[in-house]
């Protein structure tokens, strides 16, 4: 097993780069908020219940590796996997009241990310679970929310970026945050 992790600022900015930190403590990436295109922005705004930043994982280079948006699509909430090669669309399927699972293809391969009713998520890759996300219990912390990556069959910083913006986007800001589903904001505010 490999663990990656990284701490989210309760208020996180849009200049807040959070690293991606192996268990020996060395930097392979880093995590990034960024507003969506204007397009974008303006849907959100007027149906006011979609997401109104979305997040990458950037090399030490800025290059991007990762980046997921959420669109809307004839009134239903989409989200948009970038890699360097594709765009992927997630499909969200409700598991149980409270539990989701985002599946999506790519190549021959079928990814499934499972959210929990704990504080656990799980990624499978062909019915194989490749990865768990774990919340750190972080009550007497009022700053920093840390996030434990734990890869199960393969060390793979790809890997280890795609899970962090998936749960960020999926679940973390999804779940406690709600104020980014369901808050409108001016159109101006670009």
């Known amino acids: 097993m490999y663990t990656y992790s990284y701490e989210i600022p309760k208020q996180m900015s849009m200049q ?10 060395n930097v392979h990436c880093y995590i990034k908020k960024r ?16 997401l109104n930043y979305c997040f990458e994982a950037v090399d030490l280079n800025e290059k991007n590796i990762y980046r997921i948006n959420a669109l809307k699509y004839r009134f239903k909430l989409d989200y948009m996997l970038t890699t360097p090669l594709q765009k992927i669309v997630l ?3 409700r598991e149980q009241l409270i ?16 959210q929990h009713y704990s504080a656990e998520v799980r990624l499978f890759k062909n019915d194989e679970e490749i990865a768990t996300v774990k919340l750190v219990d972080t009550r007497n912390s009022d700053e920093l929310d840390n996030v434990i990556i734990t890869l199960l069959t393969e060390d793979n ?4 970026g795609l899970t962090a913006i998936l749960y960020l986007s999926l679940y973390y800001y999804n779940r406690h945050d ?11 505010d670009f």
Request: glycine share 4%; aromatic share 12%; no cysteine.
């Open 16 to 25: 807040d780069r959070l690293p991606l930190i192996d268990e020996n403590g």
């Open 35 to 50: 507003k969506p295109r204007i397009l974008t922005r303006i849907v959100n705004n007027l149906f006011s219940f979609t």
């Open 91 to 93: 499909k969200r399927v």
């Open 99 to 114: 539990e989701s699972k985002y599946t999506w293809q790519d190549s021959s391969d079928t990814y499934v990310f499972l």
């Open 157 to 160: 910083v790809n890997l280890a």
């Open 178 to 188: 709600i104020t980014l589903l369901g808050k409108s904001f001016s159109l101006l």
